[in-house]
């Protein structure tokens, strides 16, 4: 499946990467560690935005891993806390590696509220979290690199794109 990233500056968008990852499978953290890197702004990027932990389906992203590797903290965001009973019931009934893929849910511990969506973290403190998202949200509760990178995701593999819910 084809994923999608967007490089801003604030509120201004300088470039957008693609990849590709499994459904399901394990190569998440290395494609985007490779995608910061052929960003062309490796040098320039402060944060790296997931909404959300798992990429096509539960091909879940390391985070700590992806942090380490890159040199820059993980916010993962999401509008809602998900249904964690639901997750690892189907990472370990039906997903191959889903018991590898539920320890890494599990270690970034529960999501918490932070301006109006739910984070984890991974390399900044909550306060720094609440910045950030302040910095990077012009309307609504997402912030605008993931809402951008969102819309151009529905734009390709659709054919069309629309606002709404990310």
């Known amino acids: 499946m084809r994923v999608f990233g967007t490089v801003f500056a604030l509120h201004t968008l300088h470039g957008v990467v693609s990849g590709r ?9 290395s494609e985007l560690a490779r995608l910061v890197e052929a960003s ?3 040098e320039h990027p402060h944060l790296i935005l997931l909404q959300g932990v798992a990429l096509a389906g539960f091909n879940v992203v390391d985070a700590r891993s992806l942090s380490a590797s890159t040199d820059l903290p993980v916010l993962i965001v999401a509008r809602r806390p998900p ?12 997903v191959p590696g889903g018991a590898r893929k539920w320890r890494l849910i599990e270690a970034l511990g529960p999501m918490e509220p932070c301006r109006g969506v739910f984070v984890q973290r991974v390399g900044l403190s909550l306060p720094e979290a609440e910045t950030a998202l302040a910095a990077l949200t012009v309307s ?3 912030p605008e690199p993931l809402r951008a990178a969102h819309l151009i995701a529905g ?6 794109s629309r606002g709404g819910r990310v």
């Not at 990852?21 to 953290?29: A, H, I, L, N």
């Not at 249904?83 to 039906?94: D, H, K, P, Q, V």
């Open 21 to 29: 990852v499994r459904r399901d499978g394990r190569g998440s953290t």
């Open 40 to 42: 062309g702004a490796a």
């Open 83 to 94: 249904n964690l009973e639901r997750i690892r019931a189907a990472l370990l009934t039906r």
């Open 140 to 142: 609504g509760r997402v």
């Open 155 to 160: 734009g390709v593999t659709r054919g069309s």
